[in-house]
């Protein structure tokens, strides 16, 4: 059973940098791509960043390139979303997920087959 725990995530002022990270167990890590979600109360699900299963290619959302950076460790079995400059804009409840199958990264929530539980990040102006 493909298990995924997010952590790192916890209340931060406007301006400040956090970084996530998701742990991943119950199978071979690398291989598999991996997304980073988020969802603001009341709003859908949306991609905010994903990594190919080698780390050799990323996908971000347009309007968070250049703030934020996925990246991941194969030999760790974790994910990191490096986020700076956050805004009061970018709370969010923010989740980890992987591809059921290798292969190539989506930015859908149908891509992806396993999701953590979910680490919030509010941000206070």
């Known amino acids: 059973q493909v298990q995924l725990v997010e952590s790192g995530g916890g209340l931060v002022q406007a301006g400040d940098s956090l970084r996530l990270s998701c742990a991943a167990s119950g199978r071979t890590f690398s291989g598999y791509a991996m997304g980073w979600f988020r969802q603001a109360p009341g709003k859908e699900r949306k991609c905010v960043a994903a990594?190919?299963?080698?780390?050799?290619?990323?996908y971000y959302t347009d309007s968070l390139k250049g703030r934020f950076t996925i990246s991941r460790d194969n030999a760790k079995n974790t994910s990191y979303l490096q986020m700076n400059s956050l805004k009061p804009g970018d709370p969010a409840t923010y989740y980890c997920?992987?591809?059921?199958?290798?292969?190539?990264?989506?930015?859908?929530?149908?891509?992806?087959?396993?999701w953590g539980q979910g680490t919030q990040v509010p941000v206070s102006s």
């Open positions: 990594i190919s299963g080698n780390g050799g290619s990323t």
């Open positions: 997920a992987t591809r059921g199958a290798k292969r190539i990264y989506g930015s859908l929530t149908d891509d992806y087959a396993y």
